[in-house]
């Protein structure tokens, strides 16, 4: 009985990484090729987080710029093209329901690269 519930729950978290793969690769093609909203140029989906029962995607992405004020676009942007997103993920994906998405800032770049700099500084002294 363990090993059966194993198995399942190793097989969700399979479905559930493949599902988020695919959310990525087709809402980094949708905004290039879908969304024409200027707020989302240069926007760049780094990871999707599925909830266990696929009912919700957690969408991280990235901007070039770092200023607050692009970021903030960005997010509206992400935020009104959300229709548009799912709807082209139900004519591309075979999902039974499409999840619902949550945009987020993918604060990991900017963390990685405030870590390098100070490394940097400290050979400076």
């Known amino acids: 009985m363990v090993q059966s519930r194993e198995r399942n729950i190793m097989a969700n978290h399979f479905r559930t990484d493949r599902v988020g793969m695919e959310i990525k690769r087709e809402v980094n093609e949708i905004l290039q090729k879908k969304v024409r909203d200027p707020r989302v140029q240069g926007v760049t989906i780094t990871d999707v987080q599925m909830l266990g029962d696929l009912s919700v995607a957690k969408v991280y992405y990235t901007i070039?710029?770092?200023l607050a004020s692009?970021?903030?676009?960005a997010q509206i942007g992400l935020e009104k093209a959300t229709g548009t997103?799912?709807?082209?993920?139900g004519r591309n994906l075979?999902?039974?329901?499409i999840p619902d998405l949550t945009f987020v800032k993918d604060e990991s770049i900017e963390y990685g690269n405030k870590?390098?700099?100070?490394?940097?500084?400290l050979d400076k002294h």
């Open 64 to 66: 070039l710029s770092n």
């Open 70 to 73: 692009d970021n903030q676009k």
């Open 85 to 89: 997103i799912k709807r082209e993920l």
């Open 94 to 97: 075979k999902l039974y329901k």
């Open 115 to 121: 870590i390098d700099e100070m490394l940097r500084n």
